[in-house]
């Protein structure tokens, strides 16, 4: 089989060499036809309860979808904030007469996939088992099996899910960006809390299914190998008993006025390693607007990807981000948005929104580049036509007329609208819903490092809580008690974890750790091993696969290893490591170094805050003003071009034979965040010198 490929491939060549010698290369290639969309138009029909069918038959694979579409207006829920979250996540867990096991294993078993929520649901299944399918969705969305044990359990997980968003910047500043931009109370800017989650009883949760969960404002769209009128069939024989609730008429409350002028909205977030920036607007904007096609265009130029003036600005020329965008949304109520946003270092907050102002501005009075808006248009072109692959994405663009009340050739002629769309168009619609002189510069971040540069701006700043309350501006220094000093700081840490004589005793320090990498799919063990003075080994280990990473030091060479590729430490690496004197830096460190510049605030405690200085590299540690226990370091270094900073965080301190050592530690090193929390510890025991070759 190799040996005919390898000759298939051969001849490919050669055919290609030959029509390259005929080819005139002095001639440039007429262009192809300019691409076309051809979506089928849906057979529509609905039933006596008020749902409305859409079927596309498609042959050509032996598959079926089902998407699902309760369209009712959007609705605030005051007091009881997620009660709608709360009823949608159990659905879909079987049905009144399927346990929930039973249901789950059926459309595993069947290879297929079904998942319904409060606003609708999909199902795809091979064409052979599309019947089954279509009668679970049906069964599962008209008897979906609600009990209060599972609504029990849902609401303590989503709890629990609330506590870990408590110091989450990105959480914190969609929820305070949101409600000042339309309104704490309107259903796009409302919030939930533990409180409006407490409010809520199984009873409120039913009672939100029953009335909104309904065939009023249903869509049914279906996609792939069927009949039409056999589909037809199926769906009034398994849909066709759906009661309509009583009348779910809203009516959705205009958003907030936009910001009178630019301002800063800065929420203090004291633990944050860096700030989120997002730059915000309300626009009216819908897809049935003659400015949506060029919309789409400026704001792929300004903020879209990798190409857009705010990445190459804030990224690739400044440094300052990994990433920074911008996106321009259309609604059909009303209140659709503008925003620009990035995560930047601390110390580079002021420049970034200043440097992404200018950027917005750029957009709205420089004429675009020809050659960038050409490939701008071309990129969305390419990504538009694979997206048609997609049945959901067909789905979804065949709902989107109907809800949108668009033209029935909204999406054949979409292509050339794009294409269509010139420098001049660009220019007029960044000016009319891009608006820097009316937009919110919501900014959550480190008060203490970033606004006395930010105040420089000139941008006037309003403050608020976590929860997008006004609040008066926060106060950062407290004054240092007589007689504190970095000496004295560094003594009573000392004392606070056993003492001198203690920690000197100690030659070697073997610790088992439990590793969760945030976003990772795994949880590694790791294994730490040190000895004195400065020899140090780690290795991470994951079930089922080993040992897949190493680093090592064995006081003069060391190198770090990872899916067998050993990389040796740098000149810079291994002299920092040499310079280690012992396991616990504080007995060895030179006062004179070490400068305490003022009492900071750590995880809402008081925190002594101590500046090291080694040559150039200046680094960070805290200590708490009462226990004394070191709970942070910090320091920046450069990693691939950008200068990132590394946060450890020291918490839950146990006593070990006489020594308070911390039992996990938190590693955030620009956005990735790495929790240790410690298994066991060992003091001179189970470390030997080969350990750290």
């Known amino acids: 089989m190799k040996t005919k490929l390898s000759a298939f491939i051969l001849l490919f060549l050669m055919s290609v060499v030959s029509v390259n010698a005929q080819l005139d290369r002095s001639i440039q290639p007429k262009p192809g036809p300019e691409p076309s969309i051809s979506l089928e138009v849906p057979s ?14 498609n042959h050509k694979l032996p598959r079926v979808s089902y998407s699902l579409n309760i369209d009712n207006k959007p609705v605030a829920t005051g007091a009881k904030a997620g009660v709608e979250s709360l009823i949608g996540s159990m659905l879909g867990n079987g049905t009144t007469s399927i346990p929930k096991d039973d249901f789950n294993e059926e459309i595993d078993f069947l290879g297929a996939s079904l998942n319904l929520g409060i606003n609708g649901g999909y199902a795809a299944t091979l064409s052979k088992y599309s019947e089954r399918i279509l009668e679970l969705m049906a069964d599962a969305a008209i008897n979906p099996l609600l009990t209060e044990e599972e609504f029990d359990k849902e609401k303590t997980k989503f709890i629990e899910g609330l506590k870990t968003q408590e110091k989450d910047i990105d959480a914190i500043s969609g929820r305070v960006a949101d409600a000042l931009l339309y309104g704490a109370k309107h259903p796009y800017g409302e919030f939930v809390t533990e409180e409006t989650i407490n409010n809520v009883t199984f009873g409120d949760a039913v009672a939100f299914y029953q009335k909104r969960f309904n065939p009023n404002n249903a869509y049914l769209v279906i996609i792939g190998d069927v009949d039409l009128s056999t589909v037809r069939k199926q769906v ?12 779910v008429t809203t009516t959705v409350p205009p958003v907030s006025p936009n910001a009178q002028y630019t301002q800063i909205n800065f929420v203090d977030l004291p633990n944050a390693s860096q700030s989120s920036i997002a730059i915000k607007n309300s626009v009216d904007l819908k897809m049935s607007d003659e400015d949506y096609h060029a919309s789409i265009i400026a704001n792929s130029i300004l903020g879209g990807g990798g190409e857009g003036y705010l990445f190459k600005n804030l990224r690739e020329d400044k440094g300052y981000t990994y990433g920074a965008y911008s996106s321009l949304r259309a609604n059909r109520y009303g209140a659709g948005s503008f925003s620009a946003t990035a995560k930047v270092r601390n110390m580079v907050t002021d420049s970034a929104v200043v440097e992404a102002l200018k950027e917005i501005n750029r957009i709205k009075t420089e004429p675009v580049d020809p050659k960038m808006l050409k490939d701008t248009k071309a990129k969305y072109v390419g990504n538009f036509i694979m997206g048609l692959e997609n049945p959901q994405t067909v789905a979804r663009y065949a709902l989107n007329i109907k809800l949108n009340n668009l033209p029935k050739n909204f999406y054949t002629t979409y292509l050339q609208k794009i294409n269509a769309v010139t420098a001049d168009d660009v220019k007029r619609v960044a000016n009319k819903y891009m608006k820097p002189e009316n937009a919110r510069v919501v900014i959550v971040g480190k008060g203490s490092e970033v606004l006395e540069n930010l105040e420089k701006t000139g941008i006037p700043i309003k403050y608020y809580d976590k929860y997008a309350n006004t609040v008066d501006k926060p106060v950062f220094s407290k004054p240092i008690p007589e007689g504190v000093t970095a000496q004295t700081v560094v003594a009573n840490y000392l004392t606070a974890v056993g003492g001198k004589d203690k920690l000197q005793g100690i030659n070697t320090i073997l610790t088992n750790a439990d590793v969760t990498i945030e976003g990772a799919p795994f949880k590694p063990k790791a294994i730490i091993k040190a000895m004195a003075p400065n020899k140090e080994s780690m290795e991470m280990v994951i079930e089922g696969m080993g040992t897949v990473m190493k680093q090592k030091f064995d006081g003069a060479t060391g190198y770090r290893e990872q899916q067998g590729m050993k990389v040796p430490m740098t000149d810079k690496e291994l002299d920092g490591k040499k310079e280690e004197k012992g396991l616990f830096p504080e007995l060895y460190v030179d006062v004179a170094n070490m400068a305490l510049e003022s009492i900071a605030t750590v995880e809402g405690k008081d925190v002594y805050k101590v500046k090291v200085t080694k040559g150039e590299d ?13 709970v942070r370091t910090e320091s920046t270094s450069e990693q691939q071009g950008q200068m990132v900073t590394s946060i450890v965080d020291f918490s839950d301190y146990q006593d070990v034979n006489g020594v308070m050592l911390p039992k996990t530690q938190k590693i955030t090193n620009g956005p990735q965040i790495i929790t240790l929390k ?16």
Do not use: C, P
Not at 237 to 244: A, I, P
Not at 618 to 630: A, E, I, K, P, Q
């Open 44 to 57: 529509e029909f609905e039933l006596k309860n008020g749902l409305k069918v859409l079927v596309v038959e």
């Open 236 to 247: 009034k024989k398994y849909f066709g008993n759906w009661e309509k609730s009583i009348d």
């Open 618 to 630: 200046v680094s960070h540690r805290y200590y708490d003003t009462t226990t004394g226990y070191l």
């Open 678 to 693: 410690s298994v066991d510890i060992k003091f001179n025991e189970g470390v030997i010198e080969a350990d750290f070759n």
